[in-house]
């Protein structure tokens, strides 16, 4: 048997973060494979319940990345979306999730190194904390 | 902004307040509790006529309904309306409207320094009619009633904020003689000129009713260190919520809960075979129906920061599940992040509508 590898789902919007990863795939740069990459239009439109269906529905960890402040492609979608993670953190804690396994960044369109930076980082945080216990068992 | 004193009970000087209202024309109906016997059957009434204010027992200490949903069926209103109701409804319905669920204009909001109310259920038994004598010389006393509520003993936020008038109990020594009735706002003084009592200038002050804060706050904090069993985390979670059988009845009644398609009830949670089979490949094993658990998470993501702990949820919950308090308990840990207090301010906007451009760094990798 193989080792066990996290599985995480990084939610990337499509004008800064999800360019980022492009970048960095065409600049052939090394990250952990451990990512499965959902594009959405704008960091804004998650709605932390999607995060938590990702974590019921298998998945380790959970990365959450848009444009950076200021630089929304919606002017303030980015903005938004920190005031719902600001709101899903305790409540993270509450169902016993431990705090690491979901993640929040800024990647621009042009840091093809950063996405690589944070995708490893994440994987590593990831690893340490372990295989999740699948959330709300069988509910 | 001033006070009006009446030698009567509370209930009877708010029964004659709203019949001056109506006798004068200067409101066009008034919703109330209304009392159908003498055992403890009640409903709310929306009254016109002025023989039917007579069964009225404004203060009855049951929630028979949630006025602030109620409030956004018969608002906007082309004619000024009296309404009482308890401080938690009206927070909730301040959060309504500000979820564009309604207006307080030409609404006069009548709300008393509240002693908590029963379970529901007592009131479906038919009695609490025999408990109230009880419960009126606890609130001279400022105790806390030991049938009321678990989210109402550890309520707060038993002092109206914003109502235009506000009838003070709890601490009052003398409930059967003396009604005390405090006009908050311009439109409570105009509508009321003319009721007749003693009045002078004085505003509600807290002091009266500090001994009740006191316990209540105590008790806040026993119920927040008890709402989760053992350790807390998945397992508390589980046993909290284990038992629930989906029957959505928690958000049907929710002030907060506007939304008129719930994303819950969409085809969105919506799974066919194909997805059961890839679940039960993973895992084994899997409760049906799905999705229960995380119903609930799902309702503290959208609005436990606007929960202004009413309890209709408890209420209502087939499955004895304490929702109030665990929804009470996470809501003052979300809204705390944002200074936020449900309903005590129109003005204040929901914390998830807005945002500063620098905050919350310690939440996101820079």
Known sequence: ????????????????????????????????????????PCSGRVDPLMI????????????????????????????????????????????????????????????????????????????????AKRLVKGA | MSRITLESKPSDGVRELLRHLLDKG?????????????????????????SELDSIDPFAPVMIANTAQVLSMITPSSSKIA????????????????REQGTLDNILTISCTC??????????????GGMTANYYSDLSSEKIHAEIRETCK?????????????????????????????LNSKSASELLEGLGGEIDKKEYDPAISAGLMKKRLAEKERLFNSVFPGK???????EIFGKCVGCHGCSRVCPICYCVSCDFESMNFDSDI??????????????????????????????????????????????????????????????????YIPGRDLEEAIPVMVFKEEEFSRFVDE
Request: glycine residues 10%.
């Open chain 2, 26 to 50: 200067k409101v066009s109906a008034v919703l109330a509790p209304r009392r159908l016997d003498d055992e403890g059957s009640l409903d709310l009434g929306f009254i016109t006529d002025r």
């Open chain 2, 115 to 128: 002693g908590g109310v029963f379970p529901l259920q007592k009131a479906v038994d038919g009695i609490t």
């Open chain 2, 274 to 339: 194909a997805y059961y089979e890839k679940e039960l490949s993973q895992k084994g094993a899997l409760r049906l129906p799905p999705d229960t658990m995380l119903f609930h998470i799902g309702r503290m993501i959208h609005m436990s920061f606007s929960c202004v702990g009413c309890g209709l949820c408890s209420d209502v919950c087939p499955a004895d599940i304490p929702v109030a308090s665990v929804f009470k308990r996470t809501g003052d840990k979300t809204a705390s992040i944002f200074d």
């Open chain 2, 232 to 238: 807390g985390g998945i397992d508390a979670v589980i």
């Open chain 2, 83 to 98: 309404v009482v109701l308890k401080p938690c409804e009206l927070r909730g319905f301040v959060e309504r409207v500000k």
């Open chain 2, 154 to 182: 550890a309520c707060e936020h038993f002092i109206p904020i914003n109502s235009d008038v506000t009838v003070s109990l709890v601490g009052e020594k003398d409930l059967d003689e003396n009604c005390q009735i405090y």
């Open chain 1, 52 to 131: 938590l269906k990702g974590l019921q529905s298998g998945f380790d960890g959970v990365l959450v990345s848009g444009c950076h402040p200021g630089d929304c492609h919606y002017i303030s979608g980015n903005f938004v979306a920190r005031r719902r993670f600001a709101v899903l953190k305790p409540l993270l804690e509450f169902v016993g999730v431990e705090p690491d396994r979901v993640q929040f960044s800024w990647i621009s369109a042009g840091e093809g190194e950063r996405f690589a930076q944070v995708v490893t980082k994440v994987t590593e945080d990831i690893r340490k904390i372990g295989p």
């Open chain 1, 1 to 40: 048997m193989s080792e066990w590898q996290p599985k995480i789902l990084a939610i990337l919007c499509n004008w800064c973060s999800y360019a980022g990863a492009d970048l960095a795939g065409v600049s052939r740069m090394q990250y952990p494979p451990n990512v499965r990459v959902v594009r959405i």
